[in-house]
């Protein structure tokens, strides 16, 4: 399985010295271990996720719709939070606030502060991932986080 992980990005890659996102690439390592451990609960997860597509997309944030809206009984806090926090150590830069603006991540982030039931954990998660994004220093991003209205609530949550 971990050579299929290689060949989907041998695959994936499209341009010649093609700069792979350090949240993708953080998303591969995180996946490569959970190969190394069928005995975790994230292994059919990313088996799954990787048996299901010839390429990856490198704009896209891996299992984020699966893992952060679950439903699945009472693993859902433990897929969201394992996300977020998967989250909070992959975002770098740039490039990868837009793969998370593309996607829509902080403002459903955002929009899950406001839900009745939300845990300690996943506030702490989502706050950490916004010091995160406004830890890059754009002033794009800055601006845009700005217009949403999310820096400065988010801020005072």
Same mark, same amino acid.
């Not at 190969?35 to 997309?57: A, G």
């Given at each position: 399985?971990s050579?299929? #992980?290689?060949?989907?990005l041998e695959? %994936?890659?499209?341009e010649r010295a093609? +700069?792979?996102?350090?949240?993708?690439?953080?998303f591969?390592?995180?996946?490569l271990?959970a190969?190394?451990?069928?005995?975790?609960?994230?292994f059919?997860?990313?088996c799954?996720?990787?048996?299901?597509r010839?390429?990856?997309?490198f704009?896209?944030?891996? #299992?984020f719709y699966?893992?952060f809206? %679950?439903a699945e009984?009472?693993?859902y +806090?433990h897929?969201q939070?394992?996300l977020?926090e998967t989250l909070?150590?992959a975002v770098r830069?740039?490039n990868?606030y837009?793969?998370l603006?593309r996607?829509h991540?902080l403002?459903?982030?955002f929009?899950q502060?406001?839900?009745?039931?939300t845990d300690?954990?996943t506030?702490?998660?989502i706050?950490?991932?916004?010091e995160?994004?406004?830890?890059?220093r754009?002033?794009?991003v800055?601006?845009?986080?700005?217009e949403?209205?999310i820096?400065?609530e988010?801020?005072?949550?």
């Amino acid at each position: 399985m971990s050579l299929h #992980l290689l060949r989907l990005l041998e695959n %994936s890659v499209t341009e010649r010295a093609q +700069r792979i996102p350090h949240l993708i690439a953080y998303f591969l390592g995180v996946f490569l271990g959970a190969l190394f451990t069928p005995h975790r609960s994230l292994f059919p997860t990313v088996c799954h996720f990787l048996l299901q597509r010839p390429v990856l997309d490198f704009g896209d944030v891996p #299992l984020f719709y699966k893992m952060f809206c %679950s439903a699945e009984g009472t693993v859902y +806090r433990h897929d969201q939070n394992w996300l977020l926090e998967t989250l909070c150590n992959a975002v770098r830069d740039e490039n990868d606030y837009k793969i998370l603006a593309r996607r829509h991540v902080l403002q459903l982030c955002f929009s899950q502060l406001h839900c009745p039931g939300t845990d300690p954990g996943t506030i702490r998660h989502i706050k950490r991932l916004f010091e995160r994004v406004l830890g890059i220093r754009k002033s794009k991003v800055q601006k845009e986080l700005a217009e949403q209205g999310i820096c400065r609530e988010i801020l005072t949550f």
